[in-house]
């Protein structure tokens, strides 16, 4: 017996709609511009080179049919634009790949199985990070660990409001960057929501025992 398994064209209409439109206010960012973590004055010409490169990847994403939206085509098509930024600066490299991990967002690509890293830091390290918050869990208390699996439906649409929620309003707060207080009478432990280049990190540090990050 056979099964077969019929997509919505109109879901799938709607979806490819929705990227597109996410493609053009993409595009229609200026880009390598003075920003929280990046606070570097590009010469205009190098700038508006930069930018040139990043929308036209952009671009070429934006060509794909729907049926070619995959991770391998778009990671693939990354990789000669990631060559043309070999000799960039070291901070114009991070907000490149900032505009990546936009994209990946908008293809709804979690991982670029170390692609990013290898090329920005010559080494896969996204293993690091799994590895650290294995390390974290393992470091939690029962009722921490509680409050991890409370956390783990939270994504970045709510995020700030579960957390104002669970504790009330930041212990501290800057562009960029929020915090609350898990253990208010010391601060020894707290919650950040960390906003950069419009990726959101949960960052949870325990003083003294366990650091956990993730982006949501």
Known sequence: MSIHVWADPAAQSSAAEDRRQALDRFIAKKKFVNEPFYRVDLKEADRLRY?????QLARDLRKLPPSRQTKPVVLGLFKPVMKKFDS???EDQDRFVGYLEE??????????????????HGADTSGLL?????????????????????????HKANAEETLRSLFGAP??????????????????????????????TLLWQANGRFIYARRL
């Open 171 to 200: 212990v501290f707060e800057d562009e960029g960057s929020k915090m609350w207080s898990v253990t208010a009478a010391d601060r020894s432990s707290t919650l950040g929501l960390l906003e950069r280049w419009g990726a959101l």
């Open 88 to 90: 960039a600066e070291g």
């Open 130 to 154: 799994e590895a650290r918050n294995a390390q974290a869990v393992a470091a939690m208390t029962p009722d921490e660990r509680v409050l991890l699996e409370r956390l783990q439906g939270i």
């Open 51 to 55: 930018e040139a490169w990043v929308n």
């Open 103 to 120: 994209l990946m967002d908008i293809f709804g690509i979690e991982s670029s199985d170390g692609l990013l890293s290898s090329w920005r």
